[in-house]
């Protein structure tokens, strides 16, 4: 028989070895920080060809992490871009399309899975938001009702506030929108805690959303994370802290992106003051392409045709890059095709649970990112716009562009100086283009090589049937309506 003495040695025993454990299987999950900026540009990095303004902490970041180069996000513009980068779906099938305004009744389905929701099934997970939400200001599709343990940051858009780019240009129609608008919130958590009266409080976003994600990584350096900087900026009215004012030779534009790269750099430091470098993933990207009609306030696409609100490759590819050393092999550069529906089945699989019981759109992009030889999760994209209008679809470099009615920026000089310039309505007809050869869409190729117009033409159908079709008349079989509110 066992005496006291031993009896209570093995339980200690035991005790420190489940400890060990668990503190193995904690420290084991990876932490995860995605950074986007609003309306950044595909060349709008020190890495991706910018000019007259440094970016040396992104420029850190690719060295030491991997390159995308052909990085998609679901729609080119606000609301329908985030919906899908938390949701892993196209915007579409969640029922969220254009930019939601401060009177919207609608919102992200809470009945909708996150990637904050996603994480916490893994385990002990801590989850922040603080910057542009854009997904509903009601208080059921605030990030505290989607998975969010904190949020700062503003409801929707920068510029949806009652000030406008130039009173003087501005239509009566322009006037009126702007008249019927609140005042712009920050909001912390589900209440309004200040209100933004000027482009003086604009320049404080960037410092605001910083302080809270450094403050957030020194409160949670014990435990797994998850952590979202959706910036403003640089989104029009563009506004910069007197830290970088005047600090690059492009101006106010490159003012504002110094900063947003000072904000990664903060962010970077507190991950490295705290050893949790190794372990974590820091992906940085965009929600959409520069919307180009307000010139020197705008960035640039690096050559790829069009901008925001298109379905050009201007308006839908944009930059990222990522870094987590225990995974990804500094220094790397992918030329797969990869999208933001590809972020939450990335997080599923890399802590360890199941995809979410709703149909979703994205891949796993893991071994991409791990640089696996004939890694290829993905090889066909939709190119949604106007809420659900098929426009594009794509076959590893093949794109064929259907007939729509499009804005277009091309041959119509640019505002200056925060004020917006002309766009136009142009009709395009159908035209394939072989994005390995011509990135900037510029030459049809269609009847050199109809048997790929015709292997697309039956990929589109696909997704008509799936997701539905407005330039078509088509509904699709599996989408899903957003959150609903009869009143505020």
């Known amino acids: 028989m066992l005496s006291f003495k031993q009896i209570l040695f093995f339980l200690l025993c035991t005790l420190v070895v489940n400890v060990v454990i668990a503190q193995n299987t904690k420290s084991s999950l990876p932490n995860i920080v995605l950074i986007y900026a609003d309306d950044l540009g595909y060349g709008d990095l020190g890495t991706y060809g910018a000019l007259q303004f440094q970016t040396p902490n992104l420029d850190k970041l690719a060295a030491e992490g991997m390159r995308f180069t052909n990085f998609e996000v679901a729609q080119a513009v606000c609301s329908a871009s985030r919906a899908a980068i938390l949701t892993g779906c196209y915007s579409n099938r969640v029922g969220i399309g254009g930019a939601l305004n401060p009177h919207a009744k609608i919102g992200l389905n809470p009945e909708e899975e996150t990637i904050a929701e996603l994480v916490k099934r893994a385990g002990d997970y801590s989850t922040a938001m603080y910057g542009k939400w854009h997904l509903g200001h009601l208080k059921p599709f605030l990030p505290s009702q989607q998975g969010f343990d904190e949020y700062v940051g503003v409801p929707y858009s920068n510029d949806m506030w009652k000030w406008t780019y130039d009173m003087q240009l ?13 005042e712009l919130p920050l909001m912390a958590g589900d209440t309004v805690f200040k209100t933004i009266e000027d482009l003086e409080d604009q320049a404080e976003l960037t410092t605001i959303y910083t302080e809270r994600a450094v403050e957030f990584i020194n409160n949670n350096k014990d435990n797994p994370f998850l952590l979202c900087v959706p ?23 490159g003012d504002v992106i110094m900063e947003i790269d000072w904000s990664v750099g903060e962010i970077m430091k507190a991950l490295d003051q705290h050893n949790l470098t190794e372990n974590t993933l820091v992906i940085f990207t965009s929600d959409n392409g520069p919307w180009l009609n307000f010139g020197d306030h705008a960035g640039s696409t690096g050559g790829l045709r069009e901008g925001k609100g298109t379905s050009f490759e201007g308006g839908q590819r944009v930059p990222c890059i990522m870094r987590w050393p225990a995974q990804i092999p500094g220094g790397s550069i992918c030329n797969q095709l990869a999208s933001t529906i590809d972020l939450l089945p990335t997080f599923a699989d890399m ?27 993905r090889d066909i994209f939709y190119y949604y716009y106007q809420g659900n209008a098929l426009e594009a679809v794509r076959r590893d470099h093949w794109k064929l562009v259907f007939p729509h009615v499009h ?19 142009v009709k395009t007809e159908l035209a394939l283009y072989d994005l390995r050869r011509d990135p900037g869409e510029r030459y049809d190729v269609q009847h050199t090589f109809p048997e790929i117009v015709e292997e697309l033409k039956q990929i589109a159908d696909e997704a008509r049937a799936d997701l539905g079709d407005k330039l078509q008349n088509v509904e699709g079989k599996n989408v899903r309506e957003p959150g609903r509110i009869s009143s505020p």
């Open 170 to 182: 501005a239509t009566e129609e322009t006037h009126a929108r702007k008249a019927s608008y609140p």
């Open 351 to 377: 802590v360890g649970v199941s995809l979410p019981d709703k149909k979703i759109d994205g891949v796993s992009i893991l071994p991409l990112m791990k640089a696996e030889k004939d890694a290829k999760p």
């Open 407 to 425: 804005r277009s920026y091309e041959g119509l000089v640019p505002g200056q100086g925060g004020v917006y310039g002309d766009t136009r309505q």
């Open 231 to 253: 910036h403003s900026m640089p989104h029009v009215p563009l506004a910069v802290s007197d830290k970088f004012k005047g600090k690059s030779e492009q101006g106010l534009y």
